[in-house]
């Protein structure tokens, strides 16, 4: 089903109007509501019938835990889709989201205009968005805790047990 309405969470003023701008490009009929903080998106999510899809920047959002995020999102999973648009979310916190949730999306506000375009058409078609850069970071994490990996041998680990 595609999204009738979008929340714009992001209390940067430029980046909210592009968002929107975007948004109407793609779909001129879109009903467009902004929120500034954590209680007020909750109120309009709970109280929504419509399809709706969030545009949350994170880190300039009053989200205590990011766990909250997660209960937000997955008690709204079937009415909700979520993108974070962001400048820097840490590799932790991509990784806590993305692997809890398969409603929220991520895109980087420094990626180009076309991955926001895609970012955004595809939240909007009611498809989760994951960029290039957030996959990049999510499988450099992995890299390194492959490298880091315990090497030891049954019997060295024995030892080891023995020593401490």
Known sequence: MKVQRIII?????????????????????????????YQD??????????????????????????????????????????????????????HYVLCKTQNIGVVFKDESIDSLKTAIRDTLDGDRYVSQNATKILLQRAYKEEQCKDTLTQTEREVLKLIA
């Not at 430029?14 to 009929?29: F, Q, R």
């Not at 920047?57 to 909250?68: H, S, W």
Request: glycine share 0%; proline share 2%.
């Open 9 to 37: 969470a992001d209390n940067q003023p430029i980046t909210a109007y592009a968002i929107e701008k975007l948004a109407s490009e793609i779909n001129p009929n879109i009903v467009v509501e902004y929120s500034t903080h």
């Open 41 to 94: 998106l909750k109120h309009k999510l709970q109280t929504s019938e419509t399809k709706t899809a969030v545009f949350l920047d994170y880190t300039l959002f009053d989200f205590a835990k990011q766990e909250y995020l997660t209960i937000v999102a997955e008690s709204m999973m079937e009415k909700v889709n979520w993108l974070l648009i962001s400048e820097d979310l840490t590799t932790s916190f991509l």
